[in-house]
């Protein structure tokens, strides 16, 4: 029989095992990759000319984006235990790091998500009406001021409408890297074998960029969008589930740790709440629900979005409080 | 640093002079003990573990540090700067060790070696109190000084090497 | 230039005023949200005082270390004090836990509401104090005499007092040490050596080959110097032979654990003695010129074979031939470790005499790498009248039935205490200093009907221990930081001198020992044995007559004096040991002379009864009973005891790691509070173990306010609540308290109880 006693670290957070990230954190990886699928689908339409066939996805989607970024990275700070210094992030660049390339991608891609948008004003305008949300006139009437009142803005903006390609390119390169950093943050951590697999970098850009088509997929008022977008998800859709089941065989496969990370999912703690929860009702069900919308059934557009935003949240949840579970015995 | 974990009576002095020199906080500690005990009575072995940040030669926490609050000085030695970590937490899921924890002012913190008893010439702290003499501290670069001799010369382990952090705390048989 | 006029001057002024008083609360923002870091204490930056640690009895000597502004950082040992060599264990490093503790007793108290009642007690003004303890003295010396106030003291505060009471006329005293500790042990030497072995115990473990621990769970209970000197011998590759019912930490670490069951030591010792006389593996010169009664000790053994013992002990014979000979082959460098807490099953001299018997045979008393012939400096008494004679004393009380009393016994007095003894010697009233039998003395319920049958106590502590809770005067005294003591002359190999200096200032409103005693002395008309202010003075007195200073002392903290005489025996030099016989007595003949058996033998103590464990205490490396529970550095190393339980034991009950449990003994005493448990195969499956001192119950109420150890409250069980069974060892009255036995309750019996009624 083996006994292991540990005296003088009860210390809140680390016993009996690693846990100071919770829902904060899991809350910001799911809005990372949230924001990252909506920018590559509207940057990647946009690149291929379809700007107007797919009028949300690339001229309005994005002003979702930049508030989505900012609440993220508002619960980041929030998370941060020695808050007042966090400028200390943008006073240099470490590139083994993967946070510091996180907090550079974030402030990058807000800045030029706020922009995007900015320059479509009349399509925004547009859209709310068309949605009924007058009250929001405001916002518009706002921006519409900025651009022809007021020097700075009005440079900005139409600076950006004159080279709205290389901006294209740029936020589309730095959608991918936002997209896929929130996994490989999780990853470089060789510490928690749960996480140290190099799936969960594609596997996160995956579910980032299903969770973004799902989006657009309940917001668009345009019908055929939303009927791409839904073929769109059920390819990722099958891609995340070729992924997992890879992931899984391989920590099966691997040294006696990786089978007991893996052993969370397969008869511990976290067991029902991935398979049912995540992959029953986060993605088969809507793979199902997407697939009867193809053939012509009437599915509420909302309903597998839905299943597919909570599914990925759940996901970004399981994944931050089993990985601080599975450590090195040691 | 080795540890000769036949001496080892897990008193727990290192623990407490650490934190009188360190001045850490209460409730906190920068190193801890393990009891490891095997068998079945009478057939049973124990040993105890005076554990602490190995300061490892391939650090995963510097790495994964988005400010450079964590560093590695001249000697080896991995250290936080205060004034520089923005406590996100990083580096303490960064360490198999476990051997990072968040000071209540908020960064980072964890045994540094007692680096300014090193400048002085003086070893650590739980060093120079521990009762049975069962810890050293010297210079592992060196294959002549006597703590690099004395690893050579006995049964040694470290913790987790499978985690590919090169740890430079040796567990002594 | 343009002159300042009045009304610009008052503008800028106020304006400036009112710029610093609003920079006050900001920077007590700027304060809250960017802390000013502790940087830790350089080594030439600290201020450094002399002290002697406090927190056990091994009194290492220290430093401790100030910073600028006069706080205390650290305390670390001295490098060249013999018992510490510059290394405090963890609660000498902690001890500053001591001095900082928020729940210590600060101002006299003296009660106020009827004595069976809840403890209240209101704050008071030393002389206050100090008026009700002159007025109920003198009360009890009218109605029944001086000798009817006892005093009961341990460590370094109890001298103070003891010199207080010969002075006033009582030498009614005891301290737990004796009965319940170390007498035993000490008879058992001084009837076979002449000689007792004091402390530390002066064990030549740095120089030996072979140790031999029976029970002695050195790296649980952290007697520094000899930690240290362990070390030595596993660096040296040396032989250690640990016999334990338990897996106890230096059984981890030694050559060789003998699993025996509880109780039967007496027989591997003398199994061991018949084998090392029959193979003749004893020193045979050294038996030859120093002992008397090998032959009748030869005769004696015979019987006692590995095979006899092998069926007692369940230790196989084979492994007892095996470390007979380990231990015989390494004589004279073994040591028969003499162990300190001996009270164990009421056979104890004895048992102990065996040890001090075997170490005889191995003729390692007097050699190197056995025991040393330990020195201690002579240092003079301060001039004082002659102390005045009772009518009755200690002596009296304790050895109207035990020849081999040495000490004042504790228990004793208490039994003479209770409202129905009725002879000569009664006790009525207490003075309590740096002690508390509730939990040392076992027999709660008798110690508090005799507390209770008491017309005055006083008790003098740093903390508020549940002793005083039945205090009528409760005086403060300032921790070892804050005081002055009596030098530490302990005997060693080098003689030598340690000082303790006050490092701080007593905090609040504490007074050390001798202020206390000094006050109370003077108010009883005892001027003549104080005629000096501060104790400061009798210490350089002291110093003064030996060739020393306090100022020296303050610069080195300890001083070194050269031998007078030899530490060891040389080949073939005569000897005279202290005993009847002038040899080392292997057969004792002031036992045979006092009726008790001259030569161990073994004696049967029963076996488990069904149903019930066997209670194991012990000590923790980090704690010193109830000393040190409440310190803040030491609570955190391990905030709950632990009950030790074999895994079958727990499949019995159904217990989990952790899982909270009460016990009951026999005679249906249930635990006040509940302890973790902890699943281990360190134990046997008929014992448990627990550590002593936990189980703290200690809380009063001064004006209104609870005070009370709240780190130490509540956690985990005292010993002495469950022990029932207290075999009196008849040379010396040690109290036996290793056969007493319980058993788990998983459900809060008080709980229940509340149901019934």
Redesign the interface.
């Given at each position: 029989?083996?006994?292991?006693?540990?005296?003088?670290?009860?210390?809140h957070?680390?016993y009996p095992?690693?846990h100071?990230?919770g829902w904060p954190i899991a809350t910001y990886l799911f809005l990372g990759g949230l924001a990252a699928g909506i920018l590559l689908f509207a940057t990647l339409y946009y690149l291929k000319g379809k700007e107007n066939d797919m009028p949300f996805t690339v001229k309005i989607a994005p002003i979702f984006t930049f508030i989505i970024i900012v609440i993220g990275l508002l619960l980041?700070v929030y998370?941060?235990?020695?808050?007042?210094?966090?400028w200390?992030?943008f006073?240099?660049f470490?590139i083994?790091?993967?946070?510091?390339w996180?907090?550079w991608t974030l402030v990058a891609v807000s800045i030029l998500s706020l922009l995007w948008p900015l320059s479509y004003v009349d399509d925004i305008e547009k859209y709310l009406h068309e949605r009924g949300w007058k009250k929001l006139d405001f916002i518009t009437k706002f921006i519409r001021d900025l651009e022809h009142n007021w020097l700075i803005p009005r440079f900005v903006i139409l600076t950006f409408r004159k080279y709205r390609t290389f901006f294209a390119w740029i936020l589309l390169f730095l959608s991918i890297i936002l997209g896929i950093y929130t996994g490989i943050?999780l990853s470089?951590?060789?510490?928690?074998p749960l996480w140290n697999n190099p799936i969960l970098g594609p596997l996160f850009l995956t579910s980032g960029v299903s969770t973004g088509s799902a989006f657009v997929m309940w917001l668009s008022n345009n019908k055929k969008e939303r009927k791409l977008m839904s073929t769109i998800d059920m390819a990722l859709i099958a891609t995340e589930l070729f992924f997992i089941i890879h992931m899984i065989m391989g920590m099966q496969a691997g040294?006696e740790?990786f089978k007991q990370a893996a052993h969370l999912f397969l008869g511990g703690e976290f067991t029902v709440l991935f398979w049912v929860v995540f992959v029953g009702f986060g993605l088969v069900l809507p793979f199902i629900l997407e697939a009867f919308e193809l053939k012509g059934f009437h599915i509420p557009p909302a309903l597998p979005a839905l299943l597919v935003l909570i599914g990925g949240f759940i996901f970004r949840v399981i994944m931050v409080y089993a990985g601080?579970m599975s450590?090195?015995p040691? | 640093m080795a540890i000769e974990v036949n001496k080892c009576v897990g008193c727990g002095d290192c623990v407490v002079a650490c934190q009188t020199e360190n001045n850490v906080p209460m409730g906190y500690s920068r190193d801890w003990i393990i009891e490891l005990a095997r068998g079945e009575y009478p057939n049973l072995f124990m040993h105890f573990e005076s554990r602490r940040c190995n300061h490892c030669e391939d650090t995963p926490c510097v790495r994964t540090c988005p400010t450079g609050a964590s560093h590695v000085i001249e000697g080896g030695i991995v250290k936080v700067t205060h004034d520089e970590c923005i406590g996100c937490g990083a580096c303490i899921e960064a360490c198999p060790y476990e051997a990072r924890y968040f000071h209540p002012d908020g960064y980072v913190d964890k045994c540094t070696f007692c680096d300014h008893r090193v400048a002085d010439g003086l070893d650590p702290a739980c060093v120079s109190v521990c009762p049975t003499t069962c810890m050293h501290f010297g210079d592992l670069d060196d294959p002549d000084s006597e703590i690099s001799q004395l690893i050579k010369s006995r049964e040694n382990y470290t913790l987790i090497p499978e985690a590919g952090t090169a740890p430079q705390i040796y567990y002594l048989k | 230039m343009n002159k300042l006029n009045r009304r610009d001057f008052i503008k800028i002024s106020g304006t400036a005023t009112a710029g610093i008083a609003m920079a006050q609360p900001l920077t007590g923002i700027w304060e809250t949200l960017f802390p000013k870091e502790k940087k830790p204490l350089l080594e030439n930056e600290a201020i450094k005082t002399p002290t002697v640690c406090e927190v056990c009895f091994w009194n290492c000597a220290g430093w401790v270390y100030k910073d600028n502004e006069g706080k205390i950082k650290k305390v670390i040992g001295n490098d060249i004090d013999p018992h510490s060599n510059g290394r405090l264990c963890p609660r000498g490093t902690g001890g500053l836990g001591m001095y900082y503790d928020e729940d210590r007793l600060k101002k006299p108290l003296i009660r106020v509401k009827g004595k069976n009642g809840k403890p209240e007690f209101k704050e008071a003004t030393w002389d206050e104090a100090f008026d009700v303890i002159v007025k109920n003295m003198k009360a009890i010396e009218k109605k029944y005499g001086k000798e009817s106030m006892a005093l009961l003291f341990h460590g370094k505060t109890g001298p103070h007092f003891e010199h207080l009471f010969k002075a006033w006329g009582s030498q009614t005293m005891g301290e737990p040490a004796g009965a319940q500790c170390l007498i035993t042990r000490e008879a058992g030497f001084i009837a076979t050596y002449g000689a007792g072995l004091a402390s530390p115990e002066p064990t030549d473990v740095r120089n030996t080959n072979c140790l031999v621990l029976i029970g002695n769970h050195i790296g649980e209970n952290m007697h520094n110097g000899h930690v240290q000197e362990v070390s030595e011998l596993i660096d040296k590759g040396g032989t250690i032979i640990t016999v334990d019912p338990r897996f106890s930490t230096m059984a981890a670490h030694s050559t060789k654990w003998l699993p025996i069951k509880p109780s039967t030591d007496l027989a591997l010792l003398l199994a061991w003695m018949n084998v090392i006389i029959n193979e003749g593996l004893y020193d045979k010169d050294y038996v030859a010129q120093y002992t008397y009664g090998f032959d009748q000790l030869k005769e004696h053994v015979q019987k006692y074979t590995p095979e006899w013992a092998e069926s007692i002990t369940t230790i196989p014979a084979g492994d007892i031939y095996e470390t007979a000979r380990m231990i015989g082959g390494a004589s004279p460098r073994v040591i028969i470790h003499p162990g300190r807490h001996t009270a164990w099953y009421g056979d104890d001299t004895q048992r102990t005499r065996a040890i001090a018997i075997l170490n005889a045979i191995l003729g390692s008393w007097g050699r190197e790498g056995g025991f040393y012939f330990p020195e201690k400096v002579k240092l003079p008494k301060e001039a004082h009248p002659p102390f005045p004679k009772p009518k009755w004393s200690w002596k009296d009380i304790s050895r109207e039935k035990h020849k081999m009393a040495i000490m004042g016994i504790t228990n004793e007095i208490i039994d003479h205490a209770l409202p129905e003894y009725k002879g000569p010697y009664k006790v009525k009233g207490m003075f309590i200093a740096a002690t508390n039998p509730l939990q040392s003395i076992p027999s709660q319920d008798k110690i508090k009907r005799a507390l209770d049958n008491q017309d005055f106590i006083v008790v003098v502590d740093t903390m508020p221990a549940e002793i005083t809770g039945y205090a009528d005067v409760v005086l403060p005294e300032a921790t070892y930081l804050e005081r002055l003591d009596h030098l530490r002359t302990a005997h060693h190999r080098q003689p030598n001198i340690a000082l303790r200096y006050p490092a701080v200032k007593p905090k609040w409103d504490s007074k050390p020992g001798w202020w206390i005693a000094r006050e109370i002395g003077i108010r009883l008309g005892l001027k003549d044995f104080y005629e000096w202010e501060d104790f400061e003075e009798v210490l350089d007195w002291q110093l003064k007559q030996v060739g020393s200073s306090i100022e020296e002392l303050k610069k080195v903290g300890v001083k070194y004096f050269p031998r007078k005489t030899p530490m060891y025996l040389k080949p073939g030099e005569e000897y005279w040991f202290n005993t009847n016989t002038g040899k080392i007595e292997l057969y004792s003949t002031d036992f045979a002379e006092w009726g008790y058996d001259p030569m161990p033998v073994y004696k049967d103590h029963g076996d488990t009864p069904p149903g019930y464990l066997r209670l194991i205490y012990g000590r923790l490396p980090m704690h010193t009973f109830g000393r040190t529970l409440n310190n803040p550095y030491l609570f955190e190393l391990q905030h709950d005891p632990l009950l030790w339980v074999h895994p079958k034991v727990a499949r019995i009950y159904g217990l989990e790691n952790g899982q909270e449990v009460w016990l009951k003994n026999p005679k249906g005493k249930v635990s006040s509070f509940p302890i973790k448990v902890r699943i281990t195969e360190r134990i046997r499956h008929d014992s448990v173990f627990m550590p002593h001192g936990f189980g703290n119950k200690g809380r009063i109420f001064v004006d209104g306010k609870k005070l009370e150890m709240h780190r130490a409250y509540g956690r985990g069980i005292l010993d002495s609540e469950m022990i029932y069974n207290i075999e009196k060892d008849p040379e010396t009255g040690g109290t036996g308290m290793r056969n007493n036995f319980v058993t788990i309750l998983t459900e809060n019996p008080h709980n229940k109880k509340d149901k019934e009624s």
């Amino acid at each position: 029989m083996e006994e292991l006693f540990q005296t003088a670290r009860d210390i809140h957070g680390l016993y009996p095992h690693v846990h100071i990230w919770g829902w904060p954190i899991a809350t910001y990886l799911f809005l990372g990759g949230l924001a990252a699928g909506i920018l590559l689908f509207a940057t990647l339409y946009y690149l291929k000319g379809k700007e107007n066939d797919m009028p949300f996805t690339v001229k309005i989607a994005p002003i979702f984006t930049f508030i989505i970024i900012v609440i993220g990275l508002l619960l980041l700070v929030y998370d941060l235990h020695h808050k007042l210094y966090v400028w200390q992030l943008f006073t240099t660049f470490r590139i083994e790091s993967p946070m510091s390339w996180g907090a550079w991608t974030l402030v990058a891609v807000s800045i030029l998500s706020l922009l995007w948008p900015l320059s479509y004003v009349d399509d925004i305008e547009k859209y709310l009406h068309e949605r009924g949300w007058k009250k929001l006139d405001f916002i518009t009437k706002f921006i519409r001021d900025l651009e022809h009142n007021w020097l700075i803005p009005r440079f900005v903006i139409l600076t950006f409408r004159k080279y709205r390609t290389f901006f294209a390119w740029i936020l589309l390169f730095l959608s991918i890297i936002l997209g896929i950093y929130t996994g490989i943050l999780l990853s470089a951590f060789n510490a928690h074998p749960l996480w140290n697999n190099p799936i969960l970098g594609p596997l996160f850009l995956t579910s980032g960029v299903s969770t973004g088509s799902a989006f657009v997929m309940w917001l668009s008022n345009n019908k055929k969008e939303r009927k791409l977008m839904s073929t769109i998800d059920m390819a990722l859709i099958a891609t995340e589930l070729f992924f997992i089941i890879h992931m899984i065989m391989g920590m099966q496969a691997g040294p006696e740790v990786f089978k007991q990370a893996a052993h969370l999912f397969l008869g511990g703690e976290f067991t029902v709440l991935f398979w049912v929860v995540f992959v029953g009702f986060g993605l088969v069900l809507p793979f199902i629900l997407e697939a009867f919308e193809l053939k012509g059934f009437h599915i509420p557009p909302a309903l597998p979005a839905l299943l597919v935003l909570i599914g990925g949240f759940i996901f970004r949840v399981i994944m931050v409080y089993a990985g601080q579970m599975s450590e090195y015995p040691f | 640093m080795a540890i000769e974990v036949n001496k080892c009576v897990g008193c727990g002095d290192c623990v407490v002079a650490c934190q009188t020199e360190n001045n850490v906080p209460m409730g906190y500690s920068r190193d801890w003990i393990i009891e490891l005990a095997r068998g079945e009575y009478p057939n049973l072995f124990m040993h105890f573990e005076s554990r602490r940040c190995n300061h490892c030669e391939d650090t995963p926490c510097v790495r994964t540090c988005p400010t450079g609050a964590s560093h590695v000085i001249e000697g080896g030695i991995v250290k936080v700067t205060h004034d520089e970590c923005i406590g996100c937490g990083a580096c303490i899921e960064a360490c198999p060790y476990e051997a990072r924890y968040f000071h209540p002012d908020g960064y980072v913190d964890k045994c540094t070696f007692c680096d300014h008893r090193v400048a002085d010439g003086l070893d650590p702290a739980c060093v120079s109190v521990c009762p049975t003499t069962c810890m050293h501290f010297g210079d592992l670069d060196d294959p002549d000084s006597e703590i690099s001799q004395l690893i050579k010369s006995r049964e040694n382990y470290t913790l987790i090497p499978e985690a590919g952090t090169a740890p430079q705390i040796y567990y002594l048989k | 230039m343009n002159k300042l006029n009045r009304r610009d001057f008052i503008k800028i002024s106020g304006t400036a005023t009112a710029g610093i008083a609003m920079a006050q609360p900001l920077t007590g923002i700027w304060e809250t949200l960017f802390p000013k870091e502790k940087k830790p204490l350089l080594e030439n930056e600290a201020i450094k005082t002399p002290t002697v640690c406090e927190v056990c009895f091994w009194n290492c000597a220290g430093w401790v270390y100030k910073d600028n502004e006069g706080k205390i950082k650290k305390v670390i040992g001295n490098d060249i004090d013999p018992h510490s060599n510059g290394r405090l264990c963890p609660r000498g490093t902690g001890g500053l836990g001591m001095y900082y503790d928020e729940d210590r007793l600060k101002k006299p108290l003296i009660r106020v509401k009827g004595k069976n009642g809840k403890p209240e007690f209101k704050e008071a003004t030393w002389d206050e104090a100090f008026d009700v303890i002159v007025k109920n003295m003198k009360a009890i010396e009218k109605k029944y005499g001086k000798e009817s106030m006892a005093l009961l003291f341990h460590g370094k505060t109890g001298p103070h007092f003891e010199h207080l009471f010969k002075a006033w006329g009582s030498q009614t005293m005891g301290e737990p040490a004796g009965a319940q500790c170390l007498i035993t042990r000490e008879a058992g030497f001084i009837a076979t050596y002449g000689a007792g072995l004091a402390s530390p115990e002066p064990t030549d473990v740095r120089n030996t080959n072979c140790l031999v621990l029976i029970g002695n769970h050195i790296g649980e209970n952290m007697h520094n110097g000899h930690v240290q000197e362990v070390s030595e011998l596993i660096d040296k590759g040396g032989t250690i032979i640990t016999v334990d019912p338990r897996f106890s930490t230096m059984a981890a670490h030694s050559t060789k654990w003998l699993p025996i069951k509880p109780s039967t030591d007496l027989a591997l010792l003398l199994a061991w003695m018949n084998v090392i006389i029959n193979e003749g593996l004893y020193d045979k010169d050294y038996v030859a010129q120093y002992t008397y009664g090998f032959d009748q000790l030869k005769e004696h053994v015979q019987k006692y074979t590995p095979e006899w013992a092998e069926s007692i002990t369940t230790i196989p014979a084979g492994d007892i031939y095996e470390t007979a000979r380990m231990i015989g082959g390494a004589s004279p460098r073994v040591i028969i470790h003499p162990g300190r807490h001996t009270a164990w099953y009421g056979d104890d001299t004895q048992r102990t005499r065996a040890i001090a018997i075997l170490n005889a045979i191995l003729g390692s008393w007097g050699r190197e790498g056995g025991f040393y012939f330990p020195e201690k400096v002579k240092l003079p008494k301060e001039a004082h009248p002659p102390f005045p004679k009772p009518k009755w004393s200690w002596k009296d009380i304790s050895r109207e039935k035990h020849k081999m009393a040495i000490m004042g016994i504790t228990n004793e007095i208490i039994d003479h205490a209770l409202p129905e003894y009725k002879g000569p010697y009664k006790v009525k009233g207490m003075f309590i200093a740096a002690t508390n039998p509730l939990q040392s003395i076992p027999s709660q319920d008798k110690i508090k009907r005799a507390l209770d049958n008491q017309d005055f106590i006083v008790v003098v502590d740093t903390m508020p221990a549940e002793i005083t809770g039945y205090a009528d005067v409760v005086l403060p005294e300032a921790t070892y930081l804050e005081r002055l003591d009596h030098l530490r002359t302990a005997h060693h190999r080098q003689p030598n001198i340690a000082l303790r200096y006050p490092a701080v200032k007593p905090k609040w409103d504490s007074k050390p020992g001798w202020w206390i005693a000094r006050e109370i002395g003077i108010r009883l008309g005892l001027k003549d044995f104080y005629e000096w202010e501060d104790f400061e003075e009798v210490l350089d007195w002291q110093l003064k007559q030996v060739g020393s200073s306090i100022e020296e002392l303050k610069k080195v903290g300890v001083k070194y004096f050269p031998r007078k005489t030899p530490m060891y025996l040389k080949p073939g030099e005569e000897y005279w040991f202290n005993t009847n016989t002038g040899k080392i007595e292997l057969y004792s003949t002031d036992f045979a002379e006092w009726g008790y058996d001259p030569m161990p033998v073994y004696k049967d103590h029963g076996d488990t009864p069904p149903g019930y464990l066997r209670l194991i205490y012990g000590r923790l490396p980090m704690h010193t009973f109830g000393r040190t529970l409440n310190n803040p550095y030491l609570f955190e190393l391990q905030h709950d005891p632990l009950l030790w339980v074999h895994p079958k034991v727990a499949r019995i009950y159904g217990l989990e790691n952790g899982q909270e449990v009460w016990l009951k003994n026999p005679k249906g005493k249930v635990s006040s509070f509940p302890i973790k448990v902890r699943i281990t195969e360190r134990i046997r499956h008929d014992s448990v173990f627990m550590p002593h001192g936990f189980g703290n119950k200690g809380r009063i109420f001064v004006d209104g306010k609870k005070l009370e150890m709240h780190r130490a409250y509540g956690r985990g069980i005292l010993d002495s609540e469950m022990i029932y069974n207290i075999e009196k060892d008849p040379e010396t009255g040690g109290t036996g308290m290793r056969n007493n036995f319980v058993t788990i309750l998983t459900e809060n019996p008080h709980n229940k109880k509340d149901k019934e009624s």
